[in-house]
């Protein structure tokens, strides 16, 4: 993977900014530790650090091709996982190519198809086209959003960069914040409304849409989206399918001229994928599959179950590593290590976070790095086949709120009566769900528990995974490792996405479908575990720490956050038994000590990045 940043501006000599980009090139190192590179040809300047993955020793970005007098250039993040195909058919259409990377791959692809190349590929990725035939930038995303994009359009330019902090070096881009903006931090955060950046001037390009800026200014077109069709398979022929489709999304993406390890919680869907990548190596003759866990000092002294969070998962990580053959790794961070972190996951994301559930992934990614640059992993199964609770309690599914955050009145009552009044987190709230509800691509016909099924699942792939997706994407490019997300691949998702409930629970279990796909492949006692979610730290001393660090941040009167919150009921929280509570306020892991460390993680962002609120 890599970072890429740019900027168009028609009216100006850009030859005299080379430093300018080169400061917000910079600023995505993590993100490509190998390789630098500019190029800039008025009107137009490219920025990109890579990371390499895919022919290492070619395939420098920004990559240029010319056709007669026509100057192409691109700038790209991601794996393009049906490269090879289109390697043969291009060739096949008279074109040559120099490098074996998916990066001039992609360039020719434009350069044959135009625009609809996009319509073809089969991968992750976020990328920038300078077409010098139409005098225009092309840019798109993949379909579930898994590479980043933000853009910034202002009277004089347009600037785009895979992190809003690239963004944010450019002058005509400030650290400025709406009552939207701050709408989303405190009601919808640490999830974001998809297309919205939260800083007034920076924008989202939405997973499946393409952008293409020219003189005339800019034009969203979107190319893919969710499909709503009847399902004709039975279980049996379903099962197949499902087992089919991520058999080959898996093999595809275990492609690289680097190592590639897979992560292993011991949970179904860790576990499917490290499977299918120990049978495909043995097959291939390439050895010995890395896996690697993540756990805290003391865990297993404090863990206590609870309806969330129902068991341990060192054991069946030791019982998957046994029946697997694998070389495993455990990593194990300890609270300080954690609480320290959660300041750098900040300056990673530019924005609050998932507290604990970013920083403990930041520091795994960085100890995996340390033997591997490219991982596989399980994220996005739940959304996909149903398997978080919310799909499965009535008092979730009918909530009439997004069911991951389920506590918005505590959440508005963190705030002042100023704040409150001018936000409107309530509503705002309220806005986003029905915005979300009404974009559902109904069935004809459906009704009843079928139709809220689809609504729920069209919720959770389109609001809830990317927060995930954004979390996995700037925790592991924060330390130059590629995390790759097969149960992502588009094809199996749309499949997926219209499957009758009844047969996406086959045998009374969430992810039934998956379970009985994945039937042989792993072991019964595996194969049928209760969900368990991303391990969090369940030492008091983390709960101890991050209420006295938000203490800490109320007793101080410069803190940027007083003007914003109720310091009182904070207080009161931290003084009585919500601040232990095991009751999620946002997500399955947020709880009571996660909401000061998120407190905490916005002042932090606030004094840190300078934030201006008007």
Same mark, same amino acid.
């Given at each position: 993977?890599?970072?890429?940043?740019?900027?168009?501006?028609?009216?100006?000599?850009?030859?005299?900014?080379?430093?300018?980009?080169?400061?917000?090139?910079?600023?995505?190192?993590?993100?490509?530790?190998?390789?630098?590179?500019?190029?800039?040809?008025?009107?137009?300047?490219?920025?990109?650090?890579?990371?390499?993955?895919?022919?290492?020793?070619?395939?420098?970005?920004?990559?240029?091709?010319?056709?007669?007098?026509?100057?192409?250039?691109?700038?790209?993040?991601?794996?393009?996982?049906?490269?090879?195909?289109?390697? $043969?058919?291009?060739?096949?259409?008279?074109?040559?190519?120099?490098?074996?990377?998916?990066?001039?791959?992609?360039?020719?692809? =434009?350069?044959?198809?135009?625009?609809?190349?996009?319509?073809?590929?089969?991968?992750?990725?976020?990328?920038?086209?300078?077409?010098?035939?139409?005098?225009?930038?092309?840019?798109?995303?993949?379909?579930?959003?898994?590479?980043?994009?933000? =853009?910034?359009?202002?009277?004089?330019?347009?600037?785009?960069?895979?992190?809003?902090?690239?963004?944010?070096?450019?002058?005509?881009?400030?650290?400025?914040?709406?009552?939207?903006?701050?709408?989303?931090?405190?009601?919808?955060?640490?999830?974001?409304?998809?297309?919205?950046?939260?800083?007034?001037?920076?924008?989202?390009?939405?997973?499946?849409?393409?952008?293409?800026?020219?003189?005339?200014?800019?034009?969203?077109?979107?190319?893919?989206?969710?499909?709503?069709?009847?399902?004709?398979?039975?279980?049996?022929?379903?099962?197949?399918?499902?087992?089919?489709?991520?058999?080959?999304?898996?093999?595809?993406?275990?492609?690289?001229?680097?190592?590639?390890?897979?992560?292993?919680?011991?949970?179904?869907?860790?576990?499917?994928?490290?499977?299918?990548?120990?049978?495909?190596?043995?097959?291939?003759?390439?050895?010995?599959?890395?896996?690697?866990?993540?756990?805290?000092?003391?865990?297993?002294?404090?863990?206590?179950?609870?309806?969330?969070?129902?068991?341990?998962?060192?054991?069946?990580?030791?019982?998957?590593?046994?029946?697997?053959?694998?070389?495993?790794?455990?990593?194990?961070?300890?609270?300080?290590?954690?609480?320290?972190?959660?300041?750098?996951?900040?300056?990673?994301?530019?924005?609050?976070?998932?507290?604990?559930?970013?920083?403990?992934?930041?520091?795994?990614?960085?100890?995996?790095?340390?033997?591997?640059?490219?991982?596989?992993?399980?994220?996005?199964?739940?959304?996909?086949?149903?398997?978080?609770?919310?799909?499965?309690?009535?008092?979730?599914?009918?909530?009439?709120?997004?069911?991951?955050?389920?506590?918005?009145?505590?959440?508005?009552?963190?705030?002042?009566?100023?704040?409150?009044?001018?936000?409107?987190?309530?509503?705002?709230?309220?806005?986003?769900?029905?915005?979300?509800?009404?974009?559902?691509?109904?069935?004809?016909?459906?009704?009843?528990?079928?139709?809220?099924?689809?609504?729920?699942? =069209?919720?959770?792939?389109?609001?809830?995974?990317?927060?995930?997706?954004?979390?996995?994407?700037?925790?592991?490019?924060?330390?130059?490792?590629?995390?790759?997300?097969?149960?992502?691949?588009?094809?199996?998702?749309?499949?997926?996405?219209?499957?009758?409930?009844?047969?996406?629970?086959?045998?009374?279990?969430?992810?039934?479908?998956?379970?009985?796909?994945?039937?042989?492949?792993?072991?019964?006692?595996?194969?049928?575990?209760?969900?368990?979610?991303?391990?969090?730290?369940?030492?008091?001393?983390?709960?101890?720490?991050?209420?006295?660090?938000?203490?800490?941040?109320?007793?101080?009167?410069?803190?940027?956050?007083?003007?914003?919150?109720?310091?009182?009921?904070?207080?009161?929280?931290?003084?009585?038994?919500?601040?232990?509570?095991? $009751?999620?306020?946002?997500?399955?892991?947020?709880?009571?000590?996660?909401?000061?460390?998120?407190?905490?993680?916005?002042? =932090?962002?606030?004094?840190?990045?300078?934030?201006?609120?008007?």
């Amino acid at each position: 993977m890599c970072g890429i940043t740019g900027f168009i501006q028609w009216n100006t000599d850009l030859t005299r900014q080379s430093n300018l980009l080169l400061q917000m090139t910079n600023t995505l190192v993590s993100r490509g530790p190998d390789a630098s590179g500019t190029w800039i040809s008025n009107p137009c300047a490219f920025g990109h650090r890579r990371l390499s993955v895919m022919d290492p020793e070619n395939g420098a970005q920004p990559m240029i091709r010319k056709r007669e007098d026509t100057t192409y250039t691109i700038v790209y993040n991601g794996e393009i996982y049906n490269a090879p195909e289109l390697k $043969l058919e291009l060739q096949q259409r008279g074109h040559s190519f120099t490098t074996q990377c998916d990066t001039e791959v992609l360039l020719v692809a =434009y350069m044959e198809w135009g625009p609809d190349c996009v319509d073809r590929l089969n991968g992750i990725f976020a990328f920038a086209i300078w077409d010098g035939k139409e005098e225009q930038v092309f840019m798109a995303r993949d379909r579930l959003g898994v590479k980043p994009f933000f =853009y910034s359009e202002t009277k004089d330019a347009f600037i785009f960069g895979s992190e809003p902090k690239a963004l944010l070096q450019h002058p005509d881009v400030e650290a400025v914040v709406h009552a939207d903006g701050l709408a989303e931090i405190f009601i919808i955060g640490p999830a974001r409304t998809p297309g919205h950046g939260v800083y007034a001037s920076i924008k989202e390009l939405r997973p499946g849409q393409t952008l293409t800026y020219d003189r005339n200014g800019s034009r969203i077109r979107t190319y893919w989206k969710l499909e709503s069709a009847a399902h004709e398979d039975n279980v049996e022929d379903t099962a197949a399918k499902v087992k089919e489709l991520l058999q080959d999304t898996v093999e595809r993406q275990l492609a690289s001229d680097v190592p590639v390890c897979s992560l292993l919680s011991g949970g179904l869907d860790s576990s499917a994928l490290s499977s299918l990548a120990v049978r495909y190596y043995n097959r291939t003759g390439q050895g010995q599959i890395h896996t690697y866990s993540v756990d805290y000092v003391d865990n297993d002294k404090h863990f206590k179950a609870h309806s969330f969070q129902p068991g341990a998962d060192a054991p069946w990580i030791q019982r998957m590593v046994e029946d697997l053959n694998t070389q495993h790794h455990w990593i194990e961070f300890d609270t300080p290590e954690v609480v320290e972190a959660l300041e750098y996951s900040t300056r990673t994301r530019d924005l609050p976070g998932m507290a604990d559930v970013d920083s403990s992934l930041y520091l795994f990614c960085r100890e995996i790095k340390k033997g591997a640059t490219v991982a596989i992993s399980g994220e996005a199964a739940d959304e996909v086949f149903g398997g978080y609770p919310w799909f499965h309690r009535e008092e979730m599914l009918n909530a009439g709120t997004f069911p991951w955050a389920v506590a918005p009145e505590l959440r508005a009552n963190l705030l002042s009566p100023e704040i409150r009044a001018w936000i409107k987190p309530l509503e705002y709230l309220q806005d986003r769900y029905s915005e979300a509800v009404g974009e559902v691509p109904r069935l004809q016909g459906e009704t009843g528990k079928a139709a809220q099924m689809r609504v729920m699942s =069209y919720l959770n792939i389109t609001r809830f995974m990317p927060t995930l997706l954004d979390r996995k994407d700037r925790m592991s490019m924060g330390v130059g490792l590629e995390v790759r997300v097969p149960y992502c691949d588009h094809r199996l998702v749309q499949y997926v996405w219209n499957i009758p409930w009844e047969i996406k629970v086959t045998g009374n279990r969430e992810k039934g479908i998956l379970r009985k796909a994945l039937e042989g492949v792993l072991p019964d006692d595996v194969l049928y575990r209760k969900k368990s979610p991303y391990p969090k730290t369940h030492n008091p001393a983390y709960l101890h720490e991050v209420r006295k660090q938000a203490l800490d941040m109320l007793d101080d009167p410069s803190s940027p956050i007083l003007p914003l919150i109720d310091a009182a009921r904070i207080r009161e929280i931290a003084a009585s038994p919500e601040a232990s509570s095991n $009751l999620p306020w946002f997500g399955q892991l947020m709880s009571g000590p996660q909401l000061f460390a998120y407190l905490t993680q916005v002042n =932090y962002w606030l004094r840190t990045y300078k934030v201006a609120i008007r």
